[in-house]
């Protein structure tokens, strides 16, 4: 019987004193068998006769002693020769933990590389026609698999997958324990592991969602239209055309137009003033003569004095400006009273300014409206482009589908569509200068006709 | 203490979008790579209300994101996709300036692909979304599929949107779901009804491919767009053609094989195009052909029964359409534009054919006696048979698009065409002045009011008194009847008076008998007569009570929608008047020319 020893109360506030008075001797020596086990391996895995050994002998019976002989020191070398040299023991893994990289240091056996000698052998032997099955066999597995690899490409243009079908619950990661009708919609998203949880795609913009990506056509455009249709159609494009000239006029006018024009001949006469500003006139008897006139000094501003005003003209003033403001006040006192008996009009009138005003409004919010549901979609720098009116041009509609002649770029207008509905950035395709090689000619290498010359006459020389 | 100072533009509109060249480098793309995923995944840039807080201050406009869409975009795993083809991206430009075009070949083999199909069920989570969403992909695939491989669009992509817009053509035809067709100068227009959904798509006219300026369209851009789309149409496809019971892929002409490498010529590939059109498809095996709609239920939900039966009419008309060239052979002449009709044709069941020296897959002769239809587009022709009529393509659109077959007496061979007209226009429009030539174009059943008077002017002239008679005649003939009922009444009469008289012995009894009976007698039910007028006027009433009810939000709208109905009923009603009184004047005229002719002949027979 172990005598329950009477525990000292200690404290073990922190972590020092908790490891001073805590009995730990169990867990390391747990720990010590652990890394005993790692070291010698488990006992569990090793084979019974690896940990025991059959005690064959009797407790009574004597060892025999053989009487072995000595070996001859040649042969304890020649022993000695199969055994790991001392100086290379440490290199041995002493350790029964797995390597975790086995595959670290792989070095090559001697002679699985193809050294020249046998690659020449196996030159010859090829030649020979040894290895021609193996070569087509290869042949074929590499077609093979390169077939698989085209089929696995086209797997994608057979779309062998009804993509609507398996609309479950269950494959937007909701448990199955959940999948019930009553069990709300939030309820079962909550329950959503969050890896499995998918961030909702915020709406799109109004623009790319109201718009129609396929416009009805105007009846004017038809191959064979009608006479007032066509003729509505073009009053529309007229329209337009005329928008964009005044708009055009609008811009030269405010641009171009601002500046005066000024001939060449005017320039150079600017340019001259301009320049000898400030230089000593050339003597010019003319005008020497009209300033001759007064010899006298006369500012072009003479000096202002400080004359001051007397008491009568102050007295006058101040009675002037006394007079006016009770002039102004009388006129305030009768127009009350007379308001008094306008009030009926008063009434009248601000009633129907504020209707008018109303009904301002009203028509403002509805333009602004209208506005905005065709606005075009400021999406960049550059200007989104307005979609024209289809124009046809009366000699083209020959009435028959064999001479119909387009005028539009479909494609052009796709793109231009998608920008209109702010699905794309308005842009400018800036194309791409071809850089001008220059071609130099290293100076050594320079012929010129005089080398020519020179070789020419050399060689002439030389016969 | 003093709270820690706010940032600017750390929350509001200047935290809620990103400048594209932000978004770059939060997603570690490059541009051409983010344009791309932005494209696949339906991610625009937006317009902020108030563009320089939205730009931080910034000035200037710049290419705005949603900080959410980016945020969106970052949890997709094609990014790490785009991310690694990176190196192969590099490996094939490191092999072209290397000069080793062996290497580039073998990389560019080995490029891999991006599945984009869990992208379309992410952004149409259920078919009919996607069906909704079909308009701009159609048009896209259509347009693509004329255009030859060019330099920034990818080889098989031209070629698979031929595949996909035949498959889907099948399908339509398959589910006879066309329904309107417009022919413009910018191509055709088709207007199909797919599970509810209208779609709208344009399909140029066939012209050799134009060559495009270059700085007009990004087709790099365009190309991604088409990408996307064919991935969807694919899928539509699919599950069109298992809703309706036909075999996926359906088996077109060897033309349509990705493997086939061939060189054809562009005739020979459009020739192969409209041939795979005219083949039926194969069904899926049990599955019956004849698939009918249920008729519609009528329910008294709506509160308005002419709503339910303008639509109960619709239904019957859609259904008429649907086989309305059931059983007719077509055949079309060389000249004609072949594609929009064999598809139209086709649509409402009938079969077509062509000149089978110059086009392959035509199906029956041109000799063959039980062809219906010849559709030509020339002033005359050599050889004609009497079993048919010679007609221009214009009567199938315009027939597709009034949903009978009109007749055909405005479209034959040579013969001055009617305008074709637009079936897009809006019938909520319908107050508007429609003169009758044109009204008699929309509805075969209209019948102008002078109509047959002036189709038999020159009979009614010459004999005014002959009409007379007939009118006499029409009268008689209707009172006939009516007259032979009365006598009959009147002979039963007669013989039940006689069988009174024969019993009455006593007078004065029978007057008490009389008086008795009438006392006891049941007075005959006088049925409930409705009287027309006032119903009429009680309808009106009650009516009147209605619109006081209209709640005042809403009576001025109201007031001024009936103001417009009067004035715009007033106009057409003057514009009828007028061109009533402008016939009759005409008549008038041309009838008083002809007297004088006629007594000028007279005269010069008398002289």
């Given amino acids: 019987m172990s005598v329950v020893k009477k525990k000292k109360r200690v404290s073990k506030k922190n972590k020092k004193a908790w490891g001073k008075y805590s009995d730990i001797r169990d867990v390391e020596e747990f720990l010590e068998d652990q890394r005993l086990e790692e070291r010698l391996g488990k006992f569990d895995t090793k084979p019974d006769s690896e940990l025991f050994v059959v005690d064959t002998g009797g407790d009574n019976e004597e060892v025999k002693v053989e009487d072995v002989k000595p070996l001859s020191r040649k042969l304890q070398k020649r022993a000695k020769l199969n055994e790991v040299p001392k100086c290379f023991e440490v290199l041995l893994p002493t350790s029964k933990v797995q390597d975790p990289n086995k595959k670290r240091n792989y070095v090559n056996p001697v002679g699985s590389k193809p050294s020249a000698l046998s690659k020449l052998k196996e030159k010859r032997l090829a030649q020979k026609g040894v290895f021609e099955k193996k070569l087509a066999e290869a042949k074929k597995n590499r077609k093979l698999a390169l077939d698989k690899k085209r089929k696995a490409k086209q797997v994608r243009q057979t779309f062998g997958m009804d993509l609507w079908g398996k609309d479950l619950p269950a494959s937007k990661g909701i448990p199955e324990t959940l999948v019930d009708e009553f069990i709300s919609e939030e309820a079962q998203l909550h329950n959503v592991l969050p890896t499995q949880r998918l961030r909702p795609k915020p709406p799109l913009a109004k623009t790319v969602v109201t718009r129609a990506a396929v416009e009805t056509p105007h009846p004017g455009v038809s191959y064979n239209p009608s006479y007032q249709e066509h003729q509505d159609l073009l009053q529309q494009v007229g329209k337009h055309e005329e928008k964009m000239m005044k708009k055009e006029a609008h811009l030269h006018r405010v641009t171009t137009g601002m500046f005066r024009r000024v001939t060449q001949a005017e320039k150079e006469n600017q340019w001259r003033e301009e320049m000898s500003s400030g230089l000593p006139q050339p003597h010019n008897p003319a005008e020497e003569s009209e300033s001759d006139t007064d010899n006298e000094y006369k500012a072009v501003n003479p000096p202002v004095k400080n004359k001051k005003k007397d008491h009568k003209t102050r007295r006058k003033q101040k009675e002037r400006l006394l007079e006016k403001e009770r002039l102004k006040r009388e006129k305030i006192d009768k127009q009350k009273i007379t308001d008094l008996y306008k009030l009926r009009k008063l009434q009248s009138s601000i009633k129907t300014r504020e209707q008018k005003q109303a009904a301002e409004r009203s028509k403002r919010a509805e333009k602004r409206a209208t506005v905005e549901a065709t606005a075009l979609p400021t999406l960049s720098a550059h200007k989104t482009p307005v979609k024209e009116p289809d124009f046809v041009d009366p000699k083209q509609l020959s009435g028959d589908l064999r001479n119909i002649q387009a005028n539009t770029n479909p494609l052009r207008e796709r793109f231009e569509s998608l920008q209109r509905r702010g699905a794309l950035a308005a842009s400018k395709i800036m194309m791409k200068k071809k850089r001008k090689l220059k071609s130099y000619y290293k100076a050594g290498h320079k012929v010129t006709e005089k080398d020519i010359q020179k070789y020419v006459t050399r060689n002439v020389g030389k016969k | ?607």
């Fill in chain 2, 1 to 607: 203490m003093v709270s820690k100072k706010k940032k600017k533009y750390s929350s509001g509109e200047g935290a809620q979008f990103m400048t594209r060249k932000a978004a770059l480098k939060k997603l570690q793309l490059s541009l051409k790579d983010f344009r791309r995923i932005c494209i696949l995944k339906g991610i625009y840039p937006r317009e902020p209300r108030n563009r320089k807080r939205a730009q931080k201050g910034a000035g200037g406009i710049k290419t705005l994101y949603h900080t959410k869409d980016i945020k969106f975009l970052l949890h997709e795993p094609i990014i790490w996709k785009l991310r690694e083809l990176k190196v192969y991206q590099q490996k094939i430009r490191r092999a072209r300036a290397m000069r080793e075009y062996r290497n580039m070949k073998k990389y560019l083999r080995d490029y891999p692909d991006i599945n984009i199909d869990h992208i379309v069920k992410e952004r149409y989570p259920t078919f009919v979304d996607a069906l909704r969403d079909l308009d701009d992909c159609l048009t896209l695939c259509f347009l693509f599929s004329t255009f030859p491989s060019l330099k920034k669009v990818p080889r098989d992509q031209s070629m698979l949107c031929r595949r996909l817009t035949v498959e889907f053509m099948h399908a339509v035809i398959a589910a006879k779901a066309l329904r309107k067709v417009f022919v413009s100068i910018k191509g055709y227009y088709y207007q199909v009804e797919l599970e509810g959904q209208t779609i709208t798509w344009i399909v140029p006219h066939h012209f050799s491919f134009q060559p495009q300026n270059k700085d007009e369209v990004d087709f790099k851009i365009m190309s991604t767009f088409v990408e996307f789309y064919t991935m969807m149409l694919g899928f539509v496809n699919f599950k069109l053609y298992h809703s309706l019971n036909l075999v996926y892929p359906p088996k077109l002409t060897a033309a349509f094989t990705a493997d086939d490498k061939e060189l054809i010529d562009e005739h020979a590939y459009v020739a192969e195009r409209i041939a795979a059109m005219n083949l039926s498809l194969a069904r899926v095996e049990g599955s019956n052909e004849g698939e009918e709609l249920p008729e519609i239920d009528i329910f008294n939900t709506e509160d308005d029964p002419q709503k339910l039966e303008e639509a109960k009419l619709e239904a019957e008309k859609i259904k008429k359409l649907k086989t309305m060239f059931k059983g007719l052979k077509f055949f079309i002449n060389r000249e004609v534009p072949r594609e929009p009709l064999v598809f139209i044709i086709r649509c409402f069941g009938g079969e077509v054919s062509w000149d089978k020296d110059h086009f392959v897959g035509a199906t029956f002769d041109e000799s063959d006696e039980s062809i219906a239809y010849h559709i030509v587009d020339r002033p005359t022709m050599d050889k004609q048979y009497l079993s048919r009529y010679y007609v221009q393509p214009q009567w199938v659109f315009d027939s597709v698009n009034a949903r009978t077959l009109l007749p055909i007496n405005n479209y034959l061979m040579g013969a001055v065409l009617p305008p074709h007209l637009s079936p897009f226009v809006d019938k909520t429009k319908d107050q508007v002045y429609i003169p009758p030539e044109e009204r008699a174009l929309n509805d075969p059943n209209f019948k102008p009011l002078d109509d047959d008077q002036s189709g038999s002017e020159i009979e009614e002239a010459s004999d005014e008194d002959k009409e007379d008679e007939e009118e006499a005649d029409s009268e008689e003939d209707g009172d006939a009847e009516s007259a032979l009922a009365k006598q009959y009444q009147q002979e039963v009469e007669e013989d039940s008076d006689s069988d009174e008289d024969e019993e009455g012995v006593d007078p004065e009894k029978k007057k008490l008998a009389k008086e008795k009976k009438k006392a006891m007698a049941v007075t005959a039910g006088v049925p409930h007569k409705e009287h027309p007028y006032q119903k009429e006027i009680e309808d009106k009433q009650a009516f009147r009570l209605r619109e006081k009810l209209v709640r005042k939000k809403h009576r001025n709208l109201y007031k001024s929608m009936k103001a417009g109905q009067e004035k715009r009923k007033k106009e057409i009603w003057l514009l009828r008047k007028k061109r009533r009184l402008h016939d009759e004047k005409a008549k008038e005229e041309k009838k008083a020319e002809k007297r004088q002719k006629r007594q000028q002949a007279l005269e010069q027979a008398s002289a």
